[in-house]
């Protein structure tokens, strides 16, 4: 499910409908003005370009099981491998040592995380969410 979906649907448990704006400044100046009698509510929905976004997340490695039949619209992890609490400790003190050091970087978290998420794949672009907001 897109975050686009998500959005719609979450705008409906709410009564609203998305009313789909061209572009984000026009959502922003119906938005300013919107009021709660309304049955829609502004969107603007745009291909994203900031670092570490996708267009949908999964919670799982290549040697989880996964299980995506039993619901419509949500997998289940089966079989998943889990930490030694020893390992878990060791990571956390390896995060602590590197966010107290003077050469903190993101280079440097995202190659930690990838040591041990070895599926994780961080998508770097230069622009980050808070440039965006």
């Given at each position: 499910m897109t975050f686009s979906d998500i959005a719609e649907k979450f705008l409906m448990t709410l009564g609203l409908e998305a009313e789909k704006c061209a572009s984000e400044e026009e959502a922003k100046q119906k938005a300013a003005v919107w009021d709660s009698s309304q049955s829609s509510y502004p969107v603007y929905f745009f291909k994203t370009d900031t670092s570490?976004?996708?267009?949908f997340e999964e919670f799982y490695t290549s040697k989880d099981t996964i299980d995506l039949n039993r619901f419509e619209s949500l997998g289940i992890v089966r079989n998943s491998a889990i930490p030694k609490k020893e390992d878990i400790e060791k990571t956390l003190v390896e995060f602590k040592?590197?966010?107290n050091s003077e050469s903190v970087s993101k280079a440097k978290i995202v190659s930690l995380i990838s040591e041990y998420l070895p599926d994780f794949n961080h998508i770097e672009t230069g622009r980050s969410l808070d440039e965006k907001m």
């Open positions: 570490g976004e996708k267009s040592q590197l966010f």
